[in-house]
Protein backbone atom coordinates (compact mmCIF):
# COMPACT_ATOMS: atom_id res chain seq x y z
CA UNK A 1 0.00 0.00 0.00
CA UNK A 2 1.24 3.86 -0.78
CA UNK A 3 1.08 5.16 3.11
CA UNK A 4 1.45 8.59 2.35
CA UNK A 5 0.06 9.17 -0.93
CA UNK A 6 -2.76 6.80 -1.83
CA UNK A 7 -2.47 6.86 -4.87
CA UNK A 8 -0.86 5.03 -7.62
CA UNK A 9 -0.68 7.56 -10.44
CA UNK A 10 3.46 8.39 -11.35
CA UNK A 11 4.50 10.61 -8.04
CA UNK A 12 5.57 14.09 -9.17
CA UNK A 13 8.35 15.29 -7.09
CA UNK A 14 8.34 18.69 -5.33
CA UNK A 15 11.31 21.20 -5.14
CA UNK A 16 11.12 24.55 -4.10
CA UNK A 17 14.35 25.92 -4.78
CA UNK A 18 13.69 28.10 -7.91
CA UNK A 19 10.67 30.44 -9.18
CA UNK A 20 9.29 28.00 -11.26
CA UNK A 21 9.37 28.85 -15.24
CA UNK A 22 6.74 29.26 -17.67
CA UNK A 23 5.90 27.23 -20.17
CA UNK A 24 3.87 27.64 -24.05
CA UNK A 25 2.05 24.62 -23.68
CA UNK A 26 -1.65 25.11 -24.02
CA UNK A 27 -3.85 24.23 -21.60
CA UNK A 28 -7.29 23.29 -21.95
CA UNK A 29 -11.53 23.23 -20.39
CA UNK A 30 -13.83 21.06 -21.47
CA UNK A 31 -16.85 21.51 -19.68
CA UNK A 32 -20.58 19.43 -20.55
CA UNK A 33 -23.65 20.36 -18.61
CA UNK A 34 -26.57 18.64 -18.23
CA UNK A 35 -30.95 19.57 -17.10
CA UNK A 36 -30.42 18.52 -13.20
CA UNK A 37 -32.86 15.45 -12.23
CA UNK A 38 -34.21 13.71 -9.52
CA UNK A 39 -34.57 10.18 -10.63
CA UNK A 40 -30.93 8.27 -11.71
CA UNK A 41 -30.96 6.29 -14.77
CA UNK A 42 -29.53 2.86 -15.43
CA UNK A 43 -27.13 3.36 -18.08
CA UNK A 44 -23.76 1.24 -19.77
CA UNK A 45 -21.52 3.79 -22.11
CA UNK A 46 -19.38 0.47 -23.10
CA UNK A 47 -16.08 1.76 -22.38
CA UNK A 48 -16.57 4.97 -20.17
CA UNK A 49 -20.21 4.61 -18.01
CA UNK A 50 -21.91 2.83 -16.55
CA UNK A 51 -24.68 2.49 -14.02
CA UNK A 52 -26.65 0.48 -11.22
CA UNK A 53 -29.56 1.91 -9.23
CA UNK A 54 -31.44 0.56 -6.50
CA UNK A 55 -33.51 2.92 -4.77
CA UNK A 56 -33.44 6.58 -7.11
CA UNK A 57 -34.14 9.16 -4.19
CA UNK A 58 -35.03 12.84 -4.48
CA UNK A 59 -33.89 14.48 -2.93
CA UNK A 60 -36.38 41.86 6.55
CA UNK A 61 -34.92 42.68 9.93
CA UNK A 62 -36.94 45.12 11.25
CA UNK A 63 -35.11 49.03 12.65
CA UNK A 64 -34.13 49.78 16.21
CA UNK A 65 -33.72 53.35 16.80
CA UNK A 66 -31.00 54.07 18.88
CA UNK A 67 -31.97 57.69 20.12
CA UNK A 68 -33.37 61.11 18.78
CA UNK A 69 -31.72 64.28 17.66
CA UNK A 70 -33.26 67.25 16.42
CA UNK A 71 -31.13 69.80 13.91
CA UNK A 72 -33.12 72.82 13.63
CA UNK A 73 -32.24 76.22 14.72
CA UNK A 74 -30.01 76.55 17.52
CA UNK A 75 -32.85 77.03 19.78
CA UNK A 76 -33.68 73.40 19.50
CA UNK A 77 -33.22 70.97 22.39
CA UNK A 78 -33.35 67.15 23.06
CA UNK A 79 -35.11 65.28 25.81
CA UNK A 80 -35.72 61.75 26.44
CA UNK A 81 -37.83 59.97 28.46
CA UNK A 82 -38.02 56.27 29.23
CA UNK A 83 -40.95 54.49 30.07
CA UNK A 84 -42.87 50.76 30.18
CA UNK A 85 -45.84 50.62 28.57
CA UNK A 86 -48.16 47.88 28.54
CA UNK A 87 -47.65 46.21 25.51
CA UNK A 88 -44.34 46.06 22.71
CA UNK A 89 -45.68 48.52 20.82
CA UNK A 90 -46.03 51.15 23.32
CA UNK A 91 -43.78 54.21 23.01
CA UNK A 92 -40.89 54.61 25.33
CA UNK A 93 -39.07 57.58 24.09
CA UNK A 94 -40.29 61.10 23.57
CA UNK A 95 -38.13 63.65 21.41
CA UNK A 96 -39.80 67.29 22.20
CA UNK A 97 -38.85 70.47 20.04
CA UNK A 98 -37.68 72.81 22.27
CA UNK A 99 -39.35 76.39 19.98
CA UNK A 100 -42.60 74.58 19.42
CA UNK A 101 -43.09 72.50 22.73
CA UNK A 102 -44.16 69.57 20.54
CA UNK A 103 -43.75 66.18 21.69
CA UNK A 104 -43.26 63.09 19.58
CA UNK A 105 -43.23 59.53 21.09
CA UNK A 106 -40.51 57.44 19.48
CA UNK A 107 -40.63 53.58 19.72
CA UNK A 108 -37.24 52.18 19.98
CA UNK A 109 -37.79 48.85 19.35
CA UNK A 110 -39.41 49.39 15.92
CA UNK A 111 -38.08 51.70 12.66
CA UNK A 112 -38.53 52.43 9.48
CA UNK A 113 -38.87 48.59 8.53
CA UNK A 114 -41.37 48.32 12.15
CA UNK A 115 -45.44 47.80 11.50
CA UNK A 116 -46.07 50.79 12.97
CA UNK A 117 -43.75 52.97 11.23
CA UNK A 118 -44.37 55.28 8.19
CA UNK A 119 -47.51 57.28 9.69
CA UNK A 120 -47.95 61.18 9.68
CA UNK A 121 -46.53 62.25 12.91
CA UNK A 122 -44.47 59.98 13.92
CA UNK A 123 -41.56 62.48 14.22
CA UNK A 124 -40.69 66.27 12.96
CA UNK A 125 -39.54 67.10 9.67
CA UNK A 126 -35.93 67.17 9.94
CA UNK A 127 -35.13 65.41 13.15
CA UNK A 128 -32.54 63.01 12.61
CA UNK A 129 -31.95 59.82 15.04
CA UNK A 130 -29.75 56.67 15.29
CA UNK A 131 -30.82 53.54 14.23
CA UNK A 132 -29.96 49.46 13.81
CA UNK A 133 -31.47 47.04 12.77
CA UNK A 134 -29.50 44.19 13.11
CA UNK A 135 -29.61 41.99 16.90
CA UNK A 136 -29.71 44.12 19.68
CA UNK A 137 -27.04 42.60 21.32
CA UNK A 138 -24.25 43.21 18.42
CA UNK A 139 -24.52 47.05 18.34
CA UNK A 140 -21.23 48.34 18.83
CA UNK A 141 -19.62 44.88 18.95
CA UNK A 142 -16.75 44.86 16.31
CA UNK A 143 -17.69 46.27 13.37
CA UNK A 144 -21.38 46.52 13.87
CA UNK A 145 -22.67 50.45 14.30
CA UNK A 146 -25.50 52.58 13.79
CA UNK A 147 -26.58 54.48 11.00
CA UNK A 148 -29.48 57.22 11.04
CA UNK A 149 -32.41 57.77 9.43
CA UNK A 150 -33.98 61.35 8.43
CA UNK A 151 -37.69 62.36 9.61
CA UNK A 152 -39.34 63.09 6.32
CA UNK A 153 -41.60 65.93 4.79
CA UNK A 154 -44.72 63.80 5.47
CA UNK A 155 -43.70 63.66 9.32
CA UNK A 156 -42.30 59.77 8.60
CA UNK A 157 -38.92 58.20 9.61
CA UNK A 158 -36.88 57.84 6.14
CA UNK A 159 -34.47 54.44 5.66
CA UNK A 160 -31.89 53.74 8.43
CA UNK A 161 -28.55 54.69 6.27
CA UNK A 162 -24.88 54.33 7.27
CA UNK A 163 -25.68 51.20 9.44
CA UNK A 164 -22.80 47.99 9.88
CA UNK A 165 -25.01 44.74 10.30
CA UNK A 166 -23.24 41.61 11.01
CA UNK A 167 -21.88 39.60 8.54
CA UNK A 168 -19.77 36.27 8.24
CA UNK A 169 -16.28 36.21 9.09
CA UNK A 170 -14.89 36.20 5.53
CA UNK A 171 -11.22 37.40 6.88
CA UNK A 172 -11.11 39.62 4.40
CA UNK A 173 -12.09 42.80 6.21
CA UNK A 174 -9.99 43.59 9.09
CA UNK A 175 -12.21 43.46 12.44
CA UNK A 176 -15.06 41.34 13.97
CA UNK A 177 -17.83 41.47 11.05
CA UNK A 178 -20.04 38.97 12.83
CA UNK A 179 -19.91 41.09 16.32
CA UNK A 180 -19.95 38.21 18.01
CA UNK A 181 -17.08 39.68 20.69
CA UNK A 182 -14.27 37.54 18.61
CA UNK A 183 -12.51 38.15 15.50
CA UNK A 184 -11.73 34.81 14.54
CA UNK A 185 -9.71 36.04 11.68
CA UNK A 186 -7.53 38.82 13.72
CA UNK A 187 -5.01 36.21 15.47
CA UNK A 188 -1.93 34.07 13.83
CA UNK A 189 -3.33 30.68 14.63
CA UNK A 190 -1.80 30.60 17.82
CA UNK A 191 -1.34 26.82 18.93
CA UNK A 192 -4.21 25.28 21.20
CA UNK A 193 -3.04 21.50 21.93
CA UNK A 194 -0.92 18.71 20.26
CA UNK A 195 0.03 14.73 20.62
CA UNK A 196 2.51 13.21 19.06
CA UNK A 197 2.99 9.12 19.18
CA UNK A 198 4.26 6.44 18.06
CA UNK A 199 7.38 3.96 18.80
CA UNK A 200 9.97 1.92 17.02
CA UNK A 201 7.61 1.08 13.81
CA UNK A 202 5.72 3.47 11.64
CA UNK A 203 2.37 5.44 12.69
CA UNK A 204 0.63 8.14 10.27
CA UNK A 205 -1.92 10.48 11.54
CA UNK A 206 -3.55 10.40 8.17
CA UNK A 207 -6.54 12.41 8.42
CA UNK A 208 -9.02 14.80 11.12
CA UNK A 209 -12.57 15.78 11.10
CA UNK A 210 -14.41 18.02 13.62
CA UNK A 211 -17.91 17.30 15.43
CA UNK A 212 -20.42 19.93 16.28
CA UNK A 213 -18.87 20.43 19.49
CA UNK A 214 -15.76 21.01 18.42
CA UNK A 215 -14.51 17.41 19.55
CA UNK A 216 -11.51 16.28 16.96
CA UNK A 217 -11.63 12.77 15.72
CA UNK A 218 -8.43 11.29 14.62
CA UNK A 219 -8.18 8.45 11.74
CA UNK A 220 -4.26 6.94 11.99
CA UNK A 221 -2.51 3.60 11.43
CA UNK A 222 0.15 1.97 13.71
CA UNK A 223 2.20 -0.61 12.79
CA UNK A 224 3.62 -1.21 16.74
CA UNK A 225 2.35 -0.53 20.10
CA UNK A 226 0.65 3.23 20.56
CA UNK A 227 -0.46 5.50 23.22
CA UNK A 228 -3.21 8.15 22.09
CA UNK A 229 -3.76 9.75 26.01
CA UNK A 230 -5.84 6.84 27.35
CA UNK A 231 -3.22 4.25 27.44
CA UNK A 232 -1.52 1.81 25.14
CA UNK A 233 -2.72 0.43 22.38
CA UNK A 234 -1.18 -3.20 21.60
CA UNK A 235 -0.40 -3.94 18.18
CA UNK A 236 -2.28 -6.84 16.02
CA UNK A 237 0.49 -7.34 14.04
CA UNK A 238 1.01 -6.05 10.23
CA UNK A 239 -0.56 -2.49 11.05
CA UNK A 240 -3.74 -1.66 12.71
CA UNK A 241 -6.40 1.10 12.10
CA UNK A 242 -6.56 3.41 15.21
CA UNK A 243 -9.33 5.78 16.09
CA UNK A 244 -9.49 8.93 19.34
CA UNK A 245 -11.45 11.88 19.45
CA UNK A 246 -10.20 14.69 21.73
CA UNK A 247 -11.81 17.48 23.36
CA UNK A 248 -11.81 21.42 21.94
CA UNK A 249 -9.07 21.53 24.81
CA UNK A 250 -7.04 18.32 23.95
CA UNK A 251 -8.20 16.13 26.24
CA UNK A 252 -8.13 12.27 25.44
CA UNK A 253 -12.38 11.02 25.38
CA UNK A 254 -11.63 7.43 23.77
CA UNK A 255 -9.76 5.61 21.33
CA UNK A 256 -10.22 2.18 19.58
CA UNK A 257 -7.66 0.05 17.48
CA UNK A 258 -8.58 -2.43 14.85
CA UNK A 259 -6.58 -4.94 12.72
CA UNK A 260 -5.13 -8.35 12.42
CA UNK A 261 -1.72 -9.80 11.73
CA UNK A 262 -2.08 -8.48 8.05
CA UNK A 263 -1.91 -4.64 6.79
CA UNK A 264 -5.16 -2.56 7.27
CA UNK A 265 -5.17 1.42 6.65
CA UNK A 266 -7.04 4.31 6.92
CA UNK A 267 -7.97 6.99 4.08
CA UNK A 268 -10.89 9.57 5.74
CA UNK A 269 -13.00 9.94 8.31
CA UNK A 270 -16.32 12.07 8.61
CA UNK A 271 -18.49 13.58 10.94
CA UNK A 272 -22.43 13.15 10.18
CA UNK A 273 -25.10 15.52 10.89
CA UNK A 274 -25.83 13.51 13.86
CA UNK A 275 -22.01 13.42 15.44
CA UNK A 276 -21.82 9.61 13.70
CA UNK A 277 -18.46 8.83 12.19
CA UNK A 278 -17.95 7.00 8.94
CA UNK A 279 -14.47 6.02 8.22
CA UNK A 280 -12.93 4.17 4.62
CA UNK A 281 -9.83 2.40 4.51
CA UNK A 282 -8.20 -0.63 2.87
CA UNK A 283 -7.08 -4.14 4.42
CA UNK A 284 -5.67 -7.23 3.90
CA UNK A 285 -6.92 -10.24 5.89
CA UNK A 286 -9.50 -9.47 8.66
CA UNK A 287 -10.61 -6.49 10.24
CA UNK A 288 -13.63 -6.18 13.20
CA UNK A 289 -14.78 -2.90 13.50
CA UNK A 290 -17.60 -4.32 16.07
CA UNK A 291 -20.00 -5.95 14.32
CA UNK A 292 -18.10 -9.16 13.25
CA UNK A 293 -15.09 -9.40 10.89
CA UNK A 294 -14.65 -7.85 7.55
CA UNK A 295 -12.63 -11.02 5.46
CA UNK A 296 -10.25 -10.68 2.75
CA UNK A 297 -8.89 -14.13 1.70
CA UNK A 298 -8.14 -13.08 -1.94
CA UNK A 299 -4.79 -11.50 -1.12
CA UNK A 300 -5.55 -8.29 -2.60
CA UNK A 301 -6.43 -4.97 -1.15
CA UNK A 302 -10.49 -4.62 -0.46
CA UNK A 303 -12.14 -1.56 0.78
CA UNK A 304 -14.36 -1.03 4.36
CA UNK A 305 -16.63 1.31 4.95
CA UNK A 306 -18.07 1.33 8.48
CA UNK A 307 -20.48 3.70 10.67
CA UNK A 308 -19.91 4.13 14.06
CA UNK A 309 -21.65 6.54 16.67
CA UNK A 310 -20.04 9.26 18.37
CA UNK A 311 -18.94 7.33 21.16
CA UNK A 312 -17.16 4.90 18.69
CA UNK A 313 -19.26 1.97 18.83
CA UNK A 314 -20.61 -0.16 15.79
CA UNK A 315 -23.74 0.73 13.82
CA UNK A 316 -22.80 -0.86 10.46
CA UNK A 317 -20.46 -2.14 8.46
CA UNK A 318 -19.58 -3.50 5.13
CA UNK A 319 -16.84 -4.41 2.60
CA UNK A 320 -16.27 -4.13 -1.10
CA UNK A 321 -14.18 -6.90 -2.81
CA UNK A 322 -12.69 -6.62 -7.01
CA UNK A 323 -10.89 -10.11 -6.78
CA UNK A 324 -8.82 -10.73 -8.48
CA UNK A 325 -8.19 -7.09 -8.60
CA UNK A 326 -8.46 -4.57 -6.05
CA UNK A 327 -10.49 -1.76 -4.50
CA UNK A 328 -8.71 1.46 -3.13
CA UNK A 329 -11.21 3.85 -1.64
CA UNK A 330 -10.77 7.88 -2.29
CA UNK A 331 -12.73 9.58 -0.17
CA UNK A 332 -15.95 9.11 1.39
CA UNK A 333 -18.32 12.01 2.99
CA UNK A 334 -22.08 12.52 4.78
CA UNK A 335 -24.66 14.67 3.26
CA UNK A 336 -27.47 16.52 5.63
CA UNK A 337 -29.37 13.55 5.43
CA UNK A 338 -27.18 11.16 6.56
CA UNK A 339 -26.50 9.36 2.99
CA UNK A 340 -23.14 8.21 2.91
CA UNK A 341 -21.20 8.77 -0.28
CA UNK A 342 -17.84 6.81 -1.43
CA UNK A 343 -15.82 6.98 -4.27
CA UNK A 344 -11.95 5.52 -5.43
CA UNK A 345 -10.72 2.97 -8.29
CA UNK A 346 -11.16 -0.73 -8.68
CA UNK A 347 -9.23 -3.46 -11.18
CA UNK A 348 -11.57 -6.35 -11.98
CA UNK A 349 -15.21 -6.67 -11.22
CA UNK A 350 -16.82 -4.62 -8.53
CA UNK A 351 -20.62 -4.87 -6.38
CA UNK A 352 -21.55 -1.97 -4.18
CA UNK A 353 -24.58 -3.61 -3.91
CA UNK A 354 -26.76 -2.71 -6.90
CA UNK A 355 -25.10 -5.41 -9.42
CA UNK A 356 -21.52 -6.05 -11.00
CA UNK A 357 -19.65 -3.39 -12.25
CA UNK A 358 -16.27 -4.14 -14.73
CA UNK A 359 -13.41 -2.06 -14.86
CA UNK A 360 -13.04 -1.22 -18.47
CA UNK A 361 -9.14 -0.90 -18.19
CA UNK A 362 -6.18 -0.55 -16.01
CA UNK A 363 -8.50 1.06 -13.55
CA UNK A 364 -11.64 2.88 -13.35
CA UNK A 365 -13.56 5.83 -10.95
CA UNK A 366 -15.90 4.39 -9.09
CA UNK A 367 -18.83 6.62 -6.88
CA UNK A 368 -21.91 4.65 -4.92
CA UNK A 369 -24.16 6.01 -2.63
CA UNK A 370 -25.70 4.48 0.67
CA UNK A 371 -28.56 5.09 3.11
CA UNK A 372 -27.76 6.01 6.56
CA UNK A 373 -28.71 2.50 7.47
CA UNK A 374 -25.76 1.33 4.69
CA UNK A 375 -28.56 0.26 2.26
CA UNK A 376 -27.20 0.04 -1.36
CA UNK A 377 -29.09 3.64 -3.38
CA UNK A 378 -27.39 3.77 -6.60
CA UNK A 379 -23.28 3.09 -8.07
CA UNK A 380 -21.84 4.31 -10.96
CA UNK A 381 -18.69 3.73 -13.11
CA UNK A 382 -17.02 5.69 -15.30
CA UNK A 383 -13.71 4.75 -17.48
CA UNK A 384 -11.79 3.15 -20.79
CA UNK A 385 -8.65 1.56 -21.25
CA UNK A 386 -6.31 4.12 -19.39
CA UNK A 387 -6.48 4.57 -16.03
CA UNK A 388 -9.24 6.84 -13.75
CA UNK A 389 -9.41 7.81 -10.03
CA UNK A 390 -11.37 9.34 -7.85
CA UNK A 391 -9.17 11.01 -5.29
CA UNK A 392 -12.00 12.86 -3.49
CA UNK A 393 -15.80 13.73 -3.00
CA UNK A 394 -17.84 15.96 -0.81
CA UNK A 395 -21.82 16.58 -0.36
CA UNK A 396 -23.34 20.19 -0.46
CA UNK A 397 -25.80 21.38 1.79
CA UNK A 398 -28.47 20.27 -0.37
CA UNK A 399 -27.40 16.42 -1.90
CA UNK A 400 -25.82 17.21 -4.51
CA UNK A 401 -22.18 15.07 -4.87
CA UNK A 402 -18.84 17.36 -6.08
CA UNK A 403 -16.37 14.12 -7.18
CA UNK A 404 -12.59 15.22 -8.01
CA UNK A 405 -9.79 12.59 -9.57
CA UNK A 406 -7.18 12.11 -12.15
CA UNK A 407 -7.59 10.68 -15.61
CA UNK A 408 -6.47 9.64 -18.25
CA UNK A 409 -7.85 8.49 -22.01
CA UNK A 410 -11.58 9.53 -22.41
CA UNK A 411 -14.10 9.27 -18.97
CA UNK A 412 -17.90 10.03 -19.38
CA UNK A 413 -19.18 10.79 -16.24
CA UNK A 414 -23.37 10.43 -17.15
CA UNK A 415 -23.34 13.80 -19.05
CA UNK A 416 -21.06 13.39 -21.92
CA UNK A 417 -17.70 12.18 -22.72
CA UNK A 418 -13.81 14.15 -21.43
CA UNK A 419 -10.92 13.80 -23.34
CA UNK A 420 -7.52 13.70 -21.61
CA UNK A 421 -5.26 16.23 -23.10
CA UNK A 422 -1.96 13.80 -22.04
CA UNK A 423 -0.95 11.95 -18.92
CA UNK A 424 -3.15 13.08 -16.18
CA UNK A 425 -5.86 15.43 -16.29
CA UNK A 426 -7.93 16.94 -13.61
CA UNK A 427 -11.54 16.25 -13.70
CA UNK A 428 -14.57 17.90 -11.51
CA UNK A 429 -18.46 16.15 -11.41
CA UNK A 430 -21.47 17.10 -9.68
CA UNK A 431 -23.86 14.51 -9.74
CA UNK A 432 -27.58 15.43 -8.42
CA UNK A 433 -29.20 13.45 -5.36
CA UNK A 434 -29.98 10.85 -7.99
CA UNK A 435 -26.91 10.15 -9.18
CA UNK A 436 -27.13 11.74 -12.31
CA UNK A 437 -23.93 14.15 -14.10
CA UNK A 438 -25.46 17.72 -13.84
CA UNK A 439 -22.15 19.18 -14.80
CA UNK A 440 -18.16 18.34 -15.55
CA UNK A 441 -15.25 19.69 -16.27
CA UNK A 442 -11.45 18.99 -16.99
CA UNK A 443 -8.33 20.85 -16.98
CA UNK A 444 -4.95 20.18 -17.81
CA UNK A 445 -2.95 19.91 -20.97
CA UNK A 446 -0.04 17.35 -21.85
CA UNK A 447 1.80 17.29 -18.72
CA UNK A 448 0.64 15.64 -15.09
CA UNK A 449 -2.31 17.20 -13.50
CA UNK A 450 -3.44 15.50 -10.34
CA UNK A 451 -6.38 16.64 -7.61
CA UNK A 452 -5.50 15.79 -3.65
CA UNK A 453 -8.56 17.28 -1.76
CA UNK A 454 -12.09 18.71 -1.81
CA UNK A 455 -13.74 21.11 0.13
CA UNK A 456 -17.52 22.65 -0.06
CA UNK A 457 -17.98 25.33 2.59
CA UNK A 458 -21.19 27.01 3.57
CA UNK A 459 -22.18 28.77 0.91
CA UNK A 460 -21.45 25.49 -1.34
CA UNK A 461 -18.07 27.04 -3.00
CA UNK A 462 -16.03 24.11 -4.24
CA UNK A 463 -12.28 24.24 -3.38
CA UNK A 464 -10.36 21.69 -5.28
CA UNK A 465 -6.08 21.10 -4.46
CA UNK A 466 -3.88 19.37 -6.29
CA UNK A 467 -0.31 19.24 -7.57
CA UNK A 468 0.39 20.03 -11.51
CA UNK A 469 2.78 20.83 -13.78
CA UNK A 470 2.58 22.04 -17.46
CA UNK A 471 -0.31 24.18 -17.83
CA UNK A 472 -3.69 24.59 -16.12
CA UNK A 473 -6.69 26.90 -17.16
CA UNK A 474 -9.47 26.44 -14.13
CA UNK A 475 -11.41 29.59 -15.55
CA UNK A 476 -9.13 32.21 -14.40
CA UNK A 477 -6.58 32.45 -17.14
CA UNK A 478 -3.28 29.22 -17.17
CA UNK A 479 -1.44 28.93 -14.50
CA UNK A 480 1.81 27.67 -15.89
CA UNK A 481 4.85 26.06 -14.76
CA UNK A 482 8.04 23.50 -15.63
CA UNK A 483 8.68 21.70 -12.43
CA UNK A 484 6.16 19.98 -9.71
CA UNK A 485 4.06 22.40 -8.37
CA UNK A 486 0.88 23.14 -5.97
CA UNK A 487 -2.30 24.75 -7.14
CA UNK A 488 -5.81 25.88 -5.68
CA UNK A 489 -9.01 26.95 -7.35
CA UNK A 490 -12.47 27.22 -5.97
CA UNK A 491 -16.07 27.48 -7.93
CA UNK A 492 -19.09 28.27 -7.55
CA UNK A 493 -21.95 25.11 -6.97
CA UNK A 494 -22.44 26.02 -10.91
CA UNK A 495 -18.96 25.41 -11.95
CA UNK A 496 -18.41 28.91 -12.39
CA UNK A 497 -14.79 29.71 -11.97
CA UNK A 498 -13.80 31.89 -8.61
CA UNK A 499 -10.44 32.06 -7.88
CA UNK A 500 -7.43 29.88 -8.96
CA UNK A 501 -3.70 30.04 -7.71
CA UNK A 502 -0.23 28.08 -7.78
CA UNK A 503 1.05 27.68 -4.15
CA UNK A 504 4.09 28.87 -2.88
CA UNK A 505 5.07 31.99 -4.61
CA UNK A 506 9.14 31.64 -4.82
CA UNK A 507 9.02 28.10 -4.80
CA UNK A 508 6.37 25.03 -4.67
CA UNK A 509 4.61 22.39 -2.18
CA UNK A 510 2.73 19.84 -2.22
CA UNK A 511 -1.05 20.35 -0.97
CA UNK A 512 -2.57 16.80 0.08
CA UNK A 513 -5.87 17.60 1.83
CA UNK A 514 -8.08 20.89 2.37
CA UNK A 515 -11.51 21.98 4.47
CA UNK A 516 -13.08 24.65 4.98
CA UNK A 517 -14.13 26.21 8.43
CA UNK A 518 -17.64 27.65 9.68
CA UNK A 519 -16.26 30.95 7.93
CA UNK A 520 -15.78 29.87 4.34
CA UNK A 521 -11.78 30.17 5.17
CA UNK A 522 -10.18 27.53 3.26
CA UNK A 523 -7.61 25.18 4.85
CA UNK A 524 -4.36 23.25 3.37
CA UNK A 525 -1.85 20.91 4.58
CA UNK A 526 1.13 19.04 3.06
CA UNK A 527 5.42 19.29 2.68
CA UNK A 528 7.47 21.41 1.06
CA UNK A 529 11.29 20.99 0.43
CA UNK A 530 13.80 24.24 0.74
CA UNK A 531 11.63 27.23 0.37
CA UNK A 532 8.20 28.25 -0.54
CA UNK A 533 6.37 31.51 0.26
CA UNK A 534 2.13 31.14 0.47
CA UNK A 535 1.91 34.85 1.14
CA UNK A 536 2.65 35.80 4.10
CA UNK A 537 7.24 36.09 3.37
CA UNK A 538 9.16 33.21 3.07
CA UNK A 539 8.83 29.61 5.06
CA UNK A 540 12.77 27.83 4.86
CA UNK A 541 12.25 24.43 5.65
CA UNK A 542 14.30 23.55 8.52
CA UNK A 543 16.30 20.02 5.70
CA UNK A 544 14.55 17.42 4.08
CA UNK A 545 10.39 18.32 3.73
CA UNK A 546 8.39 20.07 6.36
CA UNK A 547 4.53 19.59 6.94
CA UNK A 548 3.04 23.01 6.49
CA UNK A 549 -0.63 24.68 7.69
CA UNK A 550 -1.71 27.57 5.12
CA UNK A 551 -5.35 29.65 5.81
CA UNK A 552 -7.05 31.32 2.97
CA UNK A 553 -9.59 33.70 3.13
CA UNK A 554 -13.00 32.85 1.19
CA UNK A 555 -11.56 34.93 -1.34
CA UNK A 556 -8.07 32.67 -1.62
CA UNK A 557 -5.92 35.59 -0.25
CA UNK A 558 -3.21 34.79 2.71
CA UNK A 559 -4.35 34.61 6.13
CA UNK A 560 -1.59 33.09 7.64
CA UNK A 561 0.48 30.10 7.04
CA UNK A 562 3.12 28.01 9.24
CA UNK A 563 5.94 25.32 8.72
CA UNK A 564 7.19 22.16 10.86
CA UNK A 565 10.01 20.26 10.75
CA UNK A 566 13.89 19.64 11.14
CA UNK A 567 16.06 18.17 8.70
CA UNK A 568 14.54 14.91 8.52
CA UNK A 569 11.01 14.41 6.67
CA UNK A 570 8.10 15.86 8.18
CA UNK A 571 4.23 15.78 6.34
CA UNK A 572 0.87 16.86 6.53
CA UNK A 573 -1.93 14.52 5.80
CA UNK A 574 -4.98 16.02 6.86
CA UNK A 575 -6.68 18.86 7.62
CA UNK A 576 -10.19 20.17 9.63
CA UNK A 577 -11.73 23.69 10.55
CA UNK A 578 -14.38 23.83 13.04
CA UNK A 579 -17.19 25.48 13.01
CA UNK A 580 -15.72 28.31 14.98
CA UNK A 581 -12.62 28.61 13.08
CA UNK A 582 -10.62 26.87 15.19
CA UNK A 583 -7.87 24.55 12.97
CA UNK A 584 -6.52 20.84 12.98
CA UNK A 585 -4.01 18.80 10.93
CA UNK A 586 -2.44 15.77 11.09
CA UNK A 587 0.56 13.85 9.56
CA UNK A 588 3.76 12.09 10.24
CA UNK A 589 7.33 12.87 11.04
CA UNK A 590 10.94 11.57 11.18
CA UNK A 591 13.79 13.40 13.18
CA UNK A 592 11.61 16.70 15.58
CA UNK A 593 8.78 18.17 15.13
CA UNK A 594 7.97 21.44 17.03
CA UNK A 595 4.16 22.09 17.11
CA UNK A 596 4.11 25.46 19.05
CA UNK A 597 4.66 23.55 22.86
CA UNK A 598 8.31 22.41 22.04
CA UNK A 599 10.48 19.53 20.31
CA UNK A 600 9.39 16.14 20.39
CA UNK A 601 11.63 13.47 18.76
CA UNK A 602 9.96 10.63 16.83
CA UNK A 603 10.82 7.48 18.87
CA UNK A 604 11.98 5.30 15.29
CA UNK A 605 10.56 5.13 12.16
CA UNK A 606 8.01 7.57 11.52
CA UNK A 607 5.56 9.16 14.58
CA UNK A 608 2.15 10.51 14.29
CA UNK A 609 1.33 13.72 15.10
CA UNK A 610 -2.32 16.11 15.33
CA UNK A 611 -2.25 19.53 16.93
CA UNK A 612 -5.07 22.36 16.88
CA UNK A 613 -4.71 25.97 16.38
CA UNK A 614 -6.71 28.90 17.10
CA UNK A 615 -8.19 30.90 14.30
Not at 184 to 209: F, I, P, R, Y
Not at 288 to 293: R, V
Not at 446 to 466: C, E, F, K, N, W
Not at 524 to 541: E, H, Q, R
Request: with cysteine; hydrophobic share 30%; aromatic share 6%.
Amino acid sequence: MDRFRYVLLPTLVVACQNQPGTTSATSGIDTTTATDTTTATTSDSGSTGETTIDTPTTGGPGSMSIGSESQGSATMATSETTTEGPTTNDPTETTTDATTGETTAVDPSNGPDSTDTGEPGECNPGDTQDCYSGPPDTLGVGLCAAGQQTCGPDETWGPCGGEVLPTAESCETEGDEDCDGVDSCGSDGAQAWSLVAGGDKNDEGVHVAYDGAGNLVLAAWSAGPIDLGGGPLAPKGGSDVLLAKFSPTGQHLWSKRFGDANLQDVRQVVVGPTGELVLTGEFNGSIDFGGGPLSNGENTEDTYLVKLTGDGEHVWSKSFSSAPGSVTPGGVDVDASGNVLLGGRFIGPLDLGGGEMNAAGLSDAFVGKFTSSGDHVWSLRFGDGMQQYVTALAADATGNLYVAGPFQGVINPGNGQLASAGAEDVFLARFDAGGNATWAKRFGNGASQIPRGLAIDGGGRVTLVGEMSGSADFGGGPLMTAQAFGFAAQFESNGSHRWSKLLGQAGGALPLDVATDGAGNVLVTGNFTNMCDFGGGPLISDGGSDAFLLKLAPSGDHVWSKHFGDDADQGGLGVAGSAAGDVAFSGRFQGGINLGDGPKTSKGGWDLFVAAFEP
